[in-house]
C-alpha cells in the first residue's frame, strides 16, 4: 500500500503556478508535470497532461485505445503509462495548433505506476522521479534537457551544469512534436521504500542532499513535502514547486503492525 | 492490477497447462507421441549400429531357406527328411544347439505315407507279414515316415531346440494340473517375477518332437503400437509357468545352462549373466549384431565348410518370397524374424550392448517436463522474442542430442519426445499467442481514430476546448451510441456555455444518425433560445435575466455553475454561483462588457482585473474575501465569499437606527477594515451603507473594494452617474487624485448618517449637493441627539474635514478615537 503526499506550490518569482499533479492511491499512480508558454498557456498544458492520464487509468471510462509501441520489455501497465503520456502530447499538440493562444504550450510529465512491488515509470522532460532506499536518494529519471544531455555527453562538469544559465532548455517535452518519445523504466521496489516526484522548481532549488534529509527525517511525509517547499522557497523558489512524495508499506497484520509500532518508537 | 497482468498470467497458464498435458501424455504414453519416441529410439539405435563395430563375431550361425534353396531342393512345405538330415549335418559339423524356427504342430501326413500305411493295415490283418512286398513296402513307409526320422534325429542330437506359440491374451484360471511332461520340462515358475505377457492358448510341437527336443521355447513377439519389434518377450506366462523364448532357450543351452537357472533378481539372470529387462519381462534388442546367414542349400551341397558351424548357436530359418517371417524392426521394414532371435541371443551372451530403461529414466522424464514447462511458464513471458527463440532452441537440441547420446552410448533409452515436444508447443503456443496478442494491439492502434479521438474529444471537454471536443467526436461513427452519448453530453456543455448555435450543431449531428434522447425538443427550445439571446443581449438592461434562459441545463461562468440572480449593482448582475469542485457557494458579480463602448473595453477590462486582483490579495476578517476573477464569454466576473446578512442601507433610517454601540461596533471594525486596505495600497473609493454588510451572526464585511473606479471610470466618461454622490469626498468630487483618507472621509459620512439618520451634505440637485460637500458644514449632531457625548462631534468634525491633511490620516486613529469616545 502507499502513502501519499502532494503539495504544489507558486514560488516566489512566478506569478501563476503552471505546474500540476494528480495522485491516485488505490492504482498507485502518482503524475507531476511542470507546464510552460505564454500566458496562462503552461497551466493548460500541464493540466491537459494530467487529466489525460488521470482519464486514461479510469476505468469506469472503459477499454483505452493502446497509443504508440507496445515495448516487450516491460510489464502492460508500464507501456499503458507510456501510452496515457503520448496521448497526452496528442491533446496538447492539437490544442496548441487548433487554439493560437496555446501556440507554443508545453508541458514535462513524470509519473510512476505502483503496482504490487513494481513500479513502472514513465517521463519526458525534467520532471523527475527519485528513489529513497535504506538512506540514499537516487534519481532515476534522466533530464531531457540541454544541460543534462551536456553533462551526460561530459561538455560540462555539474558544477557548471549547476550554475548554467540555458538550463531551462528542454530537449524533449509533452506538445513539442506529435510523437514525443517517451522513457520507460520499471524497478521493484521494498518495503519503506519512498518515491519523490518534482518539477525543476524543487530539484534546481534544493540539493540532492538536502531532499534526502528532509525526506529521511520524518514519517509525516505532508511535512516532509511542507519542509521542502519552504526551503525551495527560501532559496529563492525562482518556479513553481511540486512534488509528490509516496511511501511503500506492505500490508501487515496485527503482530507485523505492533512490531512496526514498536520498532518505530524505538527508533525515536 | 488484474488487467495489466493478465498477459504474463495467462502465459504462465498456459505454460502450466501445457505442463500437465505432457506429464499426462508421458504417463499414458499417448499414442502420436510414443510413435514420434519411437522415431528417435530407432534413429538411435541406427547410430548404435554404426557406431558399435562388429567386433566380437557373432556366436549365431544362421542356415537360411532361402530362394535359391526351395529352387534348388522343391516347393515348400518340404519333407521334413530334409530338415532331419540338416540336423544330422550339424550334428556331424559340433554345432553347439541348433534352433529350429519352424513349428511343427501338425503331424506330416503325406498321401503316399497313407496310403502305404492302408496297404500295409491290409497285409497285416491277412497275416501276410513276410515276403518282399511286404519288406518293400516296410522299407518304403520308414522312408516316407519323415516325422520319424525328424523325431529320431533330435533324439540323436540332442541339441536341437524346438519352438512352440502361444495364442497370447487375458489368462483365467489356476494351473492345469494336465500338463504334458515335455511342457513341463520346459517351463519354471520363479516366484517374485512379474507376470507379464500371458498366454490363453499354447500351440505346441507334436508330441513325438516334443518328447525328443532338447528344449522348447516361444517364438511369440510382441509388436509395439507402430507395428515394428523393437523387444522380446523372453518369458511368457502361461498357466502360471513361464515359457522361455526360443533364443533365451538357445543361449541356455548354448551357455551349459539350464532352465532352472533362471532367477529374477534387478532382471533375469542366468547364473551370473544379468539380463535387464522391462518389467514385463520384455528386453529390448540392440540390432547390433548381423548373425552369418548360409543359405540351405550350400550347407546340403557342401559348399559351407563344417568348421563354421562348430560350437555355434546355429538357426535353421525360413527366409524365402512368401515364407518365413519378416519383422518392421529399427534397422527396416521385411527383416527376417531370425535377425531378431539372433540379437537376442547375441545381446544375453555378450552381455553388453544391452538397451535398457534405467529406472530413473521415468523420473529424468517428468522432471525435464517439468524443467521444460517451468521455462515455459516463467522465463519465456520476460524474454525478447529473438532470446526466448535461441533459449529454446538451443535447449530443444541440447536436450535432443544428450538423450540421443545416452541412447547411442550407454544404452539408454531415455524418452525425448515428451518434453521436446513439450517445448517446441509451448514455444509456439506461447509466442503466436504473444504475436497475436501483439497483433491486435496494433489493430487497436491502426484503429487509431475512434477510441483516441473519443479519449482526446473527452480531454478537451475536460479542459473547456469544447470546439476542439466537437471535432475529435465528429471523426468519431456517431451511429455508435456510445459517440452519441458523448455529442450529446457535450452538447449540454455548448447549452451551459450559452454557446446556443454550437449545442443545436451537436444535436444536430446526433440527429443525422437518428433520434436519440430527447435532442430533437433541445434543439426546438434551443433555436427559440438562442434567438431569446441575440433579443436579449440588448434587452439586458431591462429584465437582465439573460443568463438564467429557458434551457434545463444549468448555465455556467467560468467553472461556476450560476443557480439564480441575487441582484443588481453598479456594474453588472450578481449571481448565486456554484463551485462544483468544493461544492461551495459563491456569489459571483460580473462586469457586461456590452454597456461599455467598445474603444474602453479594453481599459476597463484591464482595470477591473488589476483592481479585482487586488482586492483579491486582501484578506482581512472584516473584508468580503475574493476567490476568484475570470473572463466567460464577455463577462468578467468576479467570484466571492456569499454573504448572508444585510447591508447598512435600512439603519441609515430615522425610524430603524441601531444602538450606540453598534454603530461604534461597525463603523470600528470598518475602519479597521480601511486601514488594513490602506496599508496594502488598495482605496475603496465608494464607501456607502449599501457596501458595508452586517452579517446574521453580527460580523462586519465591506464589499466591493476598487470596483468603483472600474464602473465610475465608464460610466461617468459616458456621461451617466448612477445614484447620488453623497458620500463622495471633496477630492473625488473635484476628480483628484484619492487615497484611503478620501475612504476616510465617506466614512465618516456614513457615521453621521448611521447616528442621525440624515445625511450631512444634501442638496436638491446633484451640483448642489456637490457644492454642499465641498463646501458647506453639515448640522451639529448635538441638534438632533442632545445625549451623545461630545467627543462623537469631534470625531464627526475630523473625518468630514475638507482638507484631507486635518482629517484621520488612518483608519486605526479613527478606530481608536471611537472607542475612546464611547468610553467617556
Redesign the interface.
Known amino acids: 500500500m502507499l502513502r501519499i503526499a502532494a503539495r504544489t506550490d507558486q514560488g516566489r518569482v512566478r506569478r501563476n503556478n503552471e505546474d500540476n499533479f494528480y495522485v491516485r492511491e488505490d492504482r498507485g499512480l502518482l503524475v507531476v508535470a511542470d507546464g510552460m508558454g505564454g500566458h496562462a498557456s503552461g497551466e493548460?498544458a500541464s493540466?491537459?497532461a494530467v487529466?489525460?492520464i488521470r482519464?486514461?487509468f479510469d476505468d469506469a471510462?472503459?477499454?483505452?485505445?493502446?497509443?504508440?509501441e507496445?515495448d516487450?520489455?516491460f510489464?502492460?501497465?508500464t507501456n499503458?503509462l507510456g501510452a496515457a503520456i503520448r496521448?497526452?502530447n496528442?491533446?496538447i499538440c492539437?490544442?496548441a495548433q487548433?487554439?493560437a493562444q496555446y501556440a507554443g504550450m508545453g508541458t514535462t510529465v513524470a509519473a510512476v505506476l505502483v503496482?504490487?512491488n513494481r513500479m513502472g515509470i514513465a517521463h519526458v522532460g525534467d520532471s523527475r522521479v527519485y528513489l529513497l532506499r535504506a538512506g540514499d536518494l537516487s534519481q532515476v529519471t534522466d533530464d531531457h534537457s540541454l544541460v543534462a544531455e551536456q553533462l551526460k555527453r561530459e561538455m560540462i562538469t555539474p558544477e557548471e551544469a549547476l550554475a548554467a544559465e540555458n538550463r531551462n532548455i528542454l530537449t524533449r517535452a509533452l506538445g513539442a512534436v506529435p510523437d514525443v518519445k517517451v522513457d520507460l523504466g520499471e524497478m521493484t521496489l521494498a518495503d519503506g521504500d519512498r518515491i519523490l516526484l518534482c518539477s525543476d522548481g524543487l530539484s534546481t532549488m534544493v540539493t540532492d542532499e538536502d531532499m534526502r534529509t528532509v525526506v529521511l527525517e520524518t514519517e509525516d511525509l505532508e511535512a516532509a513535502c511542507e519542509k521542502l517547499i519552504q526551503m525551495a522557497n527560501e532559496h529563492g523558489g525562482r518556479d513553481n514547486i511540486t512534488l509528490v512524495l509516496a511511501e511503500i508499506r506492505k500490508k501487515r497484520g496485527i503482530v507485523g503492525s505492533l512490531w512496526n509500532a514498536l520498532t518505530s518508537w524505538f527508533r525515536r | 492490477?488484474k488487467?495489466?497482468?493478465?498477459?504474463?498470467l495467462a502465459d504462465g497458464l498456459i505454460g502450466l497447462l501445457l505442463t500437465v498435458l505432457a506429464l499426462l501424455a508421458l504417463y499414458f504414453q499417448w499414442g502420436p507421441l510414443e510413435k514420434a519416441e519411437y522415431g528417435a529410439y530407432d534413429l538411435g539405435l541406427s547410430l548404435r549400429q554404426n557406431t558399435s563395430a562388429q567386433s566380437t563375431g557373432s556366436p549365431v550361425v544362421v542356415v537360411s531357406i532361402d530362394d535359391a534353396s526351395i529352387a534348388g531342393i522343391g516347393r515348400w512345405p518340404w519333407p521334413r527328411h530334409y530338415i532331419a538330415q540338416m540336423i544330422w549335418f550339424l550334428q556331424q559339423a559340433d554345432a553347439k544347439v541348433v534352433g529350429v524356427n519352424i513349428i511343427f504342430s501338425e503331424p506330416d501326413l503325406n498321401q503316399g505315407l497313407m496310403e502305404i500305411r492302408t496297404i500295409l493295415k491290409e497285409f497285416e490283418s491277412g497275416a501276410a507279414r513276410a515276403g518282399q512286398l511286404f519288406t518293400l513296402l516296410k522299407e518304403a513307409e520308414n522312408r516316407l515316415d519323415n516325422d520319424a526320422r525328424l523325431a529320431a534325429s533330435l533324439d540323436e542330437s540332442k541339441r536341437v531346440v524346438l519352438p512352440l506359440f502361444f495364442q497370447l491374451g487375458n489368462a483365467f484360471g489356476g494351473e492345469r494340473k494336465d500338463m504334458p511332461a515335455a511342457l513341463k520340462r520346459n517351463s519354471v515358475s520363479i516366484p517374485g517375477l512379474a507376470s507379464g505377457l500371458t498366454a490363453i492358448e499354447i500351440i505346441p510341437p507334436i508330441p513325438e518332437f516334443a518328447e525328443k527336443a532338447a528344449a522348447l521355447g516361444h517364438l511369440n513377439v510382441v509388436a509395439d503400437r507402430d507395428g515394428a519389434v523393437r523387444s522380446e518377450p523372453l518369458l511368457v506366462n502361461f498357466e502360471n509357468r513361464f515359457f522361455p523364448s526360443l533364443p533365451l532357450q538357445l543361449t541356455l543351452k548354448y551357455l551349459n545352462y539350464d532352465i532352472k537357472d533362471l532367477t529374477a533378481r534387478e532382471g533375469l539372470r542366468i547364473g551370473r549373466l544379468v539380463i535387464p529387462v522391462l518389467p514385463d519381462n520384455r528386453l529390448l534388442m540392440s540390432y547390433s549384431q548381423l548373425p552369418t546367414v548360409y543359405s540351405f542349400i550350400d550347407v546340403v551341397s557342401n559348399k559351407v565348410p563344417p568348421e563354421a558351424f562348430k560350437d555355434k548357436i546355429v538357426l535353421i530359418a525360413l527366409n524365402a518370397v512368401g515364407l518365413g517371417t519378416l519383422q518392421v524392426t529399427p534397422l527396416g521394414p521385411n527383416v527376417p524374424s531370425f535377425v531378431s532371435l539372433s540379437n537376442v541371443i547375441t545381446d544375453i551372451i555378450n552381455n553388453r550392448d544391452f538397451v535398457v530403461r534405467p529406472d530413473w529414466a521415468f523420473w529424468v522424464e517428468i522432471a525435464m517436463v517439468v524443467l521444460f514447462g517451468l521455462f515455459l511458464a516463467l522465463a519465456i513471458p520476460h524474454m525478447?522474442?529473438w532470446l526466448s527463440a535461441l533459449i529454446s532452441l538451443v535447449l530443444l537440441l541440447a536436450w535432443c542430442s544428450a538423450s540421443l547420446f545416452l541412447l547411442v552410448s550407454q544404452g539408454w533409452w531415455i524418452k525425448m519426445t515428451y518434453p521436446a515436444a513439450l517445448l517446441l508447443v509451448g514455444y509456439i503456443v506461447i509466442v503466436s499467442k504473444r504475436f497475436l496478442w501483439?497483433e491486435r494491439?496494433k489493430e487497436?492502434?491502426e484503429?487509431?481514430g475512434?477510441?483516441?479521438n473519443k479519449?482526446?474529444g473527452?480531454?478537451?471537454q475536460?479542459?473547456g476546448?469544447l470546439?476542439?471536443a466537437f471535432?475529435k467526436f465528429r471523426k468519431c461513427p456517431v451511429e455508435d451510441e456510445?459517440v452519441k452519448e458523448l455529442v450529446y453530453n457535450l452538447g449540454l456543455d455548448f447549452e451551459r456555455k450559452r454557446m446556443f448555435n454550437k449545442a443545436v450543431a451537436a444535436y444536430e449531428h446526433i440527429r443525422t444518425a437518428g433520434s436519440f434522447k430527447d435532442v430533437d425538443e433541445r434543439i426546438k427550445k434551443l433555436k427559440v433560445a438562442g434567438e431569446t439571446m441575440i433579443f436579449g443581449l440588448s434587452g439586458a438592461k431591462k429584465d437582465g435575466t439573460v443568463l438564467i434562459d429557458s434551457a434545463e441545463t444549468k448555465p455556467t461562468l467560468g467553472r461556476y455553475e450560476i443557480i439564480k440572480e441575487l441582484g443588481r449593482g453598479a456594474m453588472g448582475t450578481v449571481y448565486l454561483g456554484k463551485d462544483p469542485k468544493i461544492n461551495r457557494e459563491v456569489a459571483i458579480k460580473t462586469l457586461r462588457y456590452e454597456d461599455i463602448d467598445d474603444e474602453q473595453l479594453a481599459e476597463v477590462k484591464k482595470r477591473f482585473f488589476r483592481e479585482a486582483e487586488a482586492a483579491g490579495r486582501l484578506s482581512h476578517p472584516n473584508i468580503v474575501t475574493i476567490y476568484d476573477v475570470g473572463e466567460d464569454y464577455e463577462i468578467a466576473y468576479m467570484a466571492m465569499e456569499l454573504l448572508s446578512g444585510s447591508d447598512l442601507t435600512k439603519y441609515a433610517q430615522k425610524e430603524t437606527l441601531l444602538p450606540l454601540h453598534e454603530v461604534v461596533r461597525i463603523v470600528t471594525a470598518t475602519a479597521n477594515a480601511l486601514d488594513y486596505a490602506h496599508e496594502h495600497d488598495v482605496v475603496h473609493r465608494d464607501i456607502k451603507p449599501a457596501n458595508i454588510m452586517v452579517l446574521k451572526n453580527g460580523e462586519v464585511r465591506v464589499a466591493d473594494f476598487g470596483i468603483a473606479r472600474v464602473v465610475t471610470s465608464s460610466k461617468t466618461q459616458t456621461g451617466v452617474v448612477l445614484g447620488t454622490p453623497s458620500y463622495m469626498s471633496p477630492e473625488q468630487i473635484a476628480g483628484q487624485k484619492v487615497d484611503g483618507r478620501s475612504d476616510l472621509f465617506s466614512l465618516g459620512v456614513v457615521l453621521y448618517e448611521l447616528l442621525t439618520g440624515v445625511k450631512p451634505f444634501q442638496g436638491d440637485s446633484i451640483a448642489t449637493l456637490m457644492f454642499n460637500i465641498t463646501t458647506g458644514t453639515p448640522p451639529r449632531v448635538a441638534e438632533q441627539l442632545p445625549d451623545l457625548p461630545a467627543a462623537f462631534q469631534a470625531i464627526l468634525d475630523k473625518a468630514l474635514a475638507k482638507d484631507r491633511e486635518q482629517r484621520y490620516q488612518r483608519g486605526s486613529e479613527m478606530a481608536e478615537d471611537l472607542a475612546q469616545a464611547l468610553k467617556s
Open positions: 493548460v493540466s491537459l487529466d489525460v482519464d486514461y471510462a472503459g477499454d483505452k485505445a493502446f497509443v504508440g507496445f516487450d520489455r510489464l502492460e501497465g499503458r496521448l497526452a496528442m491533446a492539437e490544442a487548433g487554439n503496482q504490487d | 492490477m488487467k495489466w497482468k493478465s498477459s504474463l525478447k522474442a501483439t494491439t487497436h492502434m484503429a487509431d475512434i477510441e483516441t479519449m482526446l473527452l480531454s478537451f475536460g479542459q476546448m470546439d476542439m471535432d456510445s
